[in-house]
Structures are given as structure tokens and as C-alpha cells.
């Protein structure tokens, strides 16, 4: 299935080809400022940790009274009847969260997934998102791969995931209004407002929800406010997603509201808003399902610190919301994968494995995430005495103690292994499996622990069976994190940390328990343990913090091939491959190849594929497996028309990013009012004795020195650095390539060159374009127009004068909402780069225009890739605002 959509283009990299200075970035708004600062790591770090350091000191307070042995009695002496009725709701909150994505499937993309199908894949959806919680990944995403995966063109998949969310927050508004309109006994404790008030924004809260309905009417609405434009759903299906979110948050909120000891679960209203508010802190812990956060918060809530029962309450909770869906999604998931892979030629099993594949990915992270916390818990909590009885006279103590050990810090080394299954990394699956092995052992030689020996093996045998969706090969470590995920495995091990501290309070802490190696000495191993689980957790953030992003490997060596190839291309800017800056991905039989640049995240091919189409179409092919494999992007910078039917066939989305200007030399003339300023430097130097010259390829290296002096002189003046990838650099190696043009002043030395890239004598294209002090004003202009005129009379066809980015994206208010975007920048972006100078200056020529485009993932790829290729060129940010590095002219 093909995605037409086209996103936002972001802002290329191109933009440094401009022929005059970059004028500087203006100031930074209070907007700006606040955006940076709430996006700056320390914040993003800092801020869920302080949640969550807040949260587990008031658990850690609340309970500090209660004794561990009278919550697991009190979890023992559940009633059945209440458990029963929690798993009842349970279900049907995930009945009515499912039906999110069948109402607005069927209302923005009608036909294409069943409803059955919506309906298993949004319960599967949120059951394992709600698992690993929305630092590991946000259900939308996996669910949107999933749709689009089954059909659904991926604007329409976005669109239908974001109508979704509205059901949350109509359904969490009409249950707020209702109970603020009836306020019923004890809703005054939370909401410490005045009757009459509390009834009048209840009353609000209803007739917004009623305007808005009557205003989104039969058809919908198109929302356009300051630039933010989204399509609302018709008055039905919002009616019907409001109606879902009140069933989803009502019966998610009686799930535990039912397991809550009798004393404390007689006030609902007032239970329910302190419900919505520990979901809301538990999300901004980052905590996977918000774990000691959403606890500490509805113990403080509702007033009861030491409560053993309130604890049971809440372990009971966690296992029957959390990890009932998680165990139903799972067992599903592994049918149906099972079922699909032995009917495998047959058209409905490999639809269904197309429409499981996306979820089976973060499916794993969860089995992974499981296992790893199992094994932290045991460690965490006594053992059972008389198993180690049993051990005591098998097996020395030591091997018992090194055990112990052992399955703490690989606990954790399976927490950090979930996000390389959720990446589909080959290697990921086989150190899961590794340490799964070692869990199996370790719980059975620590303390006979047979049930978390079997979830081992339950663990080990679904990863087996999925091993087909784990095929990606990446250079880096898969026990690198990023910061999302520090944050969140950070804060999953401090929650099993205070368990372990909350089980062994009893135990007068002192020095002799860290060296304490006894039988009953359990505080002592579970000291250890969490010792080395950290230590372990220290090591993986510290590496991921000094491991630097692969970067361009050095200068590569030219295959002759390539040289074959670009020696019979009549694209002259494909000779920046001889820049050596690149990778080559060359047709076996040498008919073509494609450079590209490998940035750790994204492979990106600079421009079209160089050689016979036929050819050219297999390695487009080729490179996008290769980055599949590797679990990269793929994207393909500043391509032409010519292939974007076969970039369109695997699902890239197509951004126009500008348009390239070319001159005709079969009909070009000097004449005309617009070539007066070239005509005037034309002449002035001649007559003042200024000469223009060719230097053969062959006798660059003589004037290397001289040549290298101006580029060095050119670049101080311009206080700009080399760059790279789309763009030629100053190198010996590159430079011997080329024929130079030179401009000499009247005693004979050079005062301004340009390299000359030859499109097989077709097309010609000027890289480098420096000069220094002695040049005067006109100087650049006049060597431009001898170029020009010299490449007429050597028989060239084209003359290409570069890119205008931005250019010529069309604006109209029906246009996509991200080519809008780049036409206001084109038109009002001049503070921060001269767009339109650019192709005000080139347009002088009379030229031809023809596009060029970004072929790259949908949605926020786009961005990604853009802010890649910006890397690759310019070093980043500050390389693009910064002043002009790689002028075209003077």
C-alpha cells in the first residue's frame, strides 16, 4: 500500500548554497525559550524523577507501618466474589477501549479494516501499551503501524488515532460534569468549592460538551487556528467515542474501586477524581503503568497510610488491570501467530501476520519487561524457607549466594533487552533468550523457584516462537538506552527497590549485612542484589552516554566502477561522490549505484541512483532492505520525478523540499535587461585586465597551494567550516578531479576559483566557488559569466546554477498542511535564511525549474531525516544558522 501523503517539510540542508549571507536567527520568543527549556535533557530527566522520588518518599511514609507478612495474608484472603468483579470490569474497560479504534476507523477510513479486526488490534494495543507504559512507546504508534500495515493509508491511520484520543478526554469531561453537576456526598473533600459553583461548572462542563457536539453537526468541521488545522469527526462519532471513554475510565476506575477494603470504597465520586488524578502523575513519572506513582497517589488521596489491605488492594489491582489484558493479548497473539505461520501461502494467514507483525515487536518488550521484573522481585522479597531447606543439603552456599546475584543484574539486563526486541534486533532475541537461560537457572539453584523458573520458560518459548519478526542487524550496543528509556527502566527499578526495603524493614540496618553470607540471611542477598542490579544499570547509562552516534566513516576509496559510471552520466552532480564522503552501493553487474550516508539513525542517499534505470530501481530496493535490517530510516535526499512511482510503491512518503534551476545553453543570451549587472562585469574585467582561465584536471595539482590559500582565506571571511554530503569540501583528493576555472588579476595570480563537475559533456555544474581579499566586487560575477559562456562554446547542453529551496511548494489553503508550511517559510523566513533572494538571484539566468523532493517515512520521519541530513551537511543546528559556509558566488 502507497502513502501520498505529504508531510511537513522540514528545513533543508540545501539552504546553505545561498549567494548571500544568512542574516542572523532573530531572537528567541518566550515560546521558544520555554519549548528549549521543557526539551532540554536535564528537564526531561529530571522532571519524572522528582515525580517519582516525591512519590515513593510518601509511599515509603504512608506505609511505613504496615507489615509486609499482613499484606501478602491480606492478598491471600482476597474475596473471590471481588476479584471476580474486578476482572469483570477489567474486561469491560478493555472492551470499550477497543471500540476507540473501530468507531473512528469506520468514521475516517470506512471499508478498509473490519471491525473485528480494529477491535482486536486496538484491545491487543493499549493491553500491551499499558504494560510497558508510554516511555517505552505510545500505543498510538504501534496501532498506527498496524493500520497501516492492513490498508489504511497512513494520513488516514493518523487521523483515526488522533479522533480516537478524543474519546478519553469527552468521556473524562462528561463523567467530570456529571458528577460535579449532582456533586454527591464526599466530592466536596476533593473538589473543596462551594456547591452552587461546583454545580454551575458541572452544568458548563455539559453544555460545552453539547455545543461542541451541535457545532461538529452531520459532517464534521475543518479547525484552522493560527496555523493548526485538523479535521474533527462528525457529532455520531464523537457521541459515540465520548460514550466509549465513559465506559473505558467508569469501569477502569471500578476495577480497583471494588478491591478497595469496604471502609474506604463507600464514596466513589470522590474515589473516581482521585483515580483520574494518580493516572495522570503516573504518566508524567514515565514509570512503566505509572508504578509506585499511581500508588502513592491513591493511597494519599484517600487518606489511608497504614492499611495492609489498602497495599493488597492496590498488588491485586496491578495484576488483574495490568497483567490479565497483557496475558490475554499475549496468549491471542501467539495463536494467531501460530495459526498464520502454518497456513502461511494462504491469502487470509498472510494478511493476519501483515496485520500482527507491528505488534509483535513491542509484545516481546513486554515479555522481556515481565521476566525482568520477576526476577527483580524475587530478589527482592524473602525466599521460602523450606526450599532452601531442600537446597542446604545439595548445593554450597556460595553458588546459592552467587545466584542470587546473578538474577538481579539479569533482571535488569532484561529491562534494558526490551528495547532491542521493540527494535526487532537480531541480536536483542538471542541475548533475551541467553538470559532467560540463566534466569531459569538461577531461580531454581537460588531458592527452587519453580514458578519463576516456568515464566522463564513461558518467556523463552514465545520469543521463540516470533523469532521471525526479529531480523534487524545494528552496529550498536542493544543495551544502549536513550533518555526516554533510562528514565523509565530508572524508574522501574527504584519501584522494585523500595518493595525490597518496604519487605525487609523489619531487619535493623547495619555495615554487617552487606558481608553477611548466611542460609536466612535474605536482607543481606537482597542488599547485594540491588547493589549489582545497579551497578549493572550504571554501566549500561554510562555507556550509552560517552557512545557516540556513528558518524561518516573517513575518506572512502572510489571504486573503479563508480568512476565507469559517473564518466557516462549526464548528471553532473553526482561527481560530488568522488568527495569520498559517502558509502557506495554498487550493482553487482556495475550498472549503476547509489551514495549514501549511514548516520547511526538513518541511511540517506544523496540525490537519484547514477546508471541504467533498470538497475538503479533494484538498488532503491536494496538499500531500503539494508536499513530495514539494520533498523535505520531510509530516505532519499533531493531526488528528481524520475523514480518516485517506485518510492511511492514501498511506502515512502514524497515531501517536495524546492526546485533546481538549470540553463539552457542552446538558447542562452546575455541580452535582456535582467543581465545587465553580469554584462557590466563582464566587460569591467576584461578591460582592467582580469582574465579568465580553465586549469585542466591534469595540472590541478601544481596549483594546489595557491588554490588552497584562497579557500582557506575564503572561509575565515566567511566564518563557516567545510561541509559535506550534498556539498563539496576543499580536499586534495577531491579537487584533482575536476577542471578548474580560474580568475587571475592583471599581474597573473589567481584571485577566484570554481571546480567544474562534467555530466558526461551533456551538463555541467559548479561546486566550490571561493575567492579572497584581492577580488574585487564584481570579480565572482564576472568569472560566473565566463563560465557560463565558456561551457556554451565547448558544446554543453545544461548549465546547472543549483537549488532554491522551498521553492515553487505550492500554498493554497487546500494544499497539505506541511507544503503550507514550507511556503510560509519560503515567503516570511528571510530573518533566518534568504529563501526567496536565492531564487530571485538565479531566476536573473532565465533558467529551467524543475523539482526535487525527499522521499522518506511519513509522519515525523520527515522531520527526523531532514534533521539528519542537516547534520550531514552542516554539523547540525547551529551549522544551518550560522553564516554561509558554501556560498555559490560572491
Known sequence: MTKTQEPR????????????????????????????????????????????AIAVLVLHKLAGDVSPAKVVADIGGASPAALLLALAATTASYLAIAFYDVISLAAVAPGIVRARTAYLIGGAGYAISNLLGVSYLTGGAVRLRTYVAAGVPFHRAALALGTSWSGFWTGLAALLGLLMLFHPQGLSGVLPIAPGLESLTG???????????????????????????????????ASLLMLAGMADLLFASLTLWVLLPPDLGGNFAYFFVIFMAAIGLGIASHSPGGLGVFEATVIAGLGAGARSDLLAALVLYRVVYTLYPFLVATLGLAVGWLWAQRHRFDGAADLALAVMGPLIPPLAAGVSLVAGVVLLLSGSVPAEGSRLDLLRDVLPLPLVEFSHLTASVTGVLLIVLARGLFQRLTRAWI????????????????????????????????????RQAFYRVQDASIFRLDLRWFVSVTALVVAITWIGFFAYKHVEYRDALWWQFAWKGDASRF?????????????????????????????????????????????????????????????????????????????????????????????IWALREKADRMGRLCAFYGVSPRYLPVFLDMGLSIVKIGETARIDLTTFTLDGPKKKNFRYALSKGQRDGYRFEILPA?????????????????????????????????????????????????????????????????????????????????????LFTEMILWAQAQGFRWFRLGNAPFSGIERHRLASIWHRLGGFLYEHGERIYSFEGLRSFKEKWDPVWSPHYLASPGGLGVPRVLYEVNVLISGGVRGLVRRDSKERSG
Open 9 to 52: 517539510p522540514g528545513k533543508p540542508a540545501e539552504a546553505a548554497q545561498s549567494p548571500t549571507e544568512t542574516s542572523p536567527a532573530p531572537p528567541d520568543s518566550l515560546g521558544a525559550r520555554l519549548h528549549r527549556w521543557a526539551e532540554h535533557p536535564a528537564v526531561k530527566l529530571g522532571l519524572p524523577l522528582l515525580v517519582l
Open 203 to 237: 452544568i458548563a462542563l455539559l453544555v460545552a460538551l453539547g455545543v461542541l457536539m451541535a457545532v461538529l453537526g452531520r459532517k464534521g468541521r475543518h479547525l484552522s487556528w493560527r496555523g493548526i488545522e485538523a479535521d474533527l469527526p462528525r457529532a455520531t462519532t
Open 431 to 466: 541475548m533475551a533468550l541467553i538470559l532467560l537461560a540463566i534466569g531459569i537457572v538461577t531461580s531454581l539453584v537460588k531458592g527452587l523457584e519453580w514458578e519463576q523458573a516456568a515464566t522463564m520458560v513461558i518467556a523463552g518459548a514465545l520469543l521463540i516462537l516470533f
Open 527 to 619: 542488599l547485594r542484589g540491588t547493589v549489582g542490579a545497579s551497578v549493572a544499570l550504571a554501566i549500561i547509562a554510562l555507556g550509552s552516554i560517552l557512545g557516540s552516534r556513528k558518524r561518516l566513516r573517513p575518506r572512502q576509496e572510489i571504486p573503479q566502477a563508480v568512476r565507469d559510471i559517473l564518466a557516462g552520466s549526464d548528471d553532473a552532480e553526482a561527481q560530488l561522490t568522488l568527495m569520498g564522503d559517502k558509502e557506495v552501493l554498487l550493482d553487482p553487474e556495475g550498472r549503476a549505484f547509489i551514495a549514501y550516508a549511514d548516520t547511526g539513525r538513518a541511511l540517506i542517499a544523496r540525490a537519484d541512483p547514477v546508471g541504467e534505470e533498470e538497475a538503479a530501481i533494484d538498488l
Open 698 to 782: 591534469a595540472e590541478v595539482p601544481a596549483h594546489l597551494p595557491e588554490l588552497r590559500a584562497i579557500s582557506d582565506a575564503w572561509l575565515a571571511q566567511k566564518q563557516g567550516e567545510e561541509k559535506s554530503f550534498a556539498l563539496g569540501a576543499f580536499t586534495e583528493d577531491y579537487i584533482v578531479n575536476f577542471d578548474i576555472a580560474v580568475l587571475r588579476d592583471p599581474d597573473g595570480a589567481i584571485i577566484a576559483f570554481a571546480n567544474l563537475l562534467n555530466g558526461a559533456g551533456v551538463e555541467i555544474c559548479i561546486d566550490l566557488m571561493r575567492y579572497d581579499g584581492r577580488c574585487p566586487g564584481w570579480g565572482m560575477s564576472q
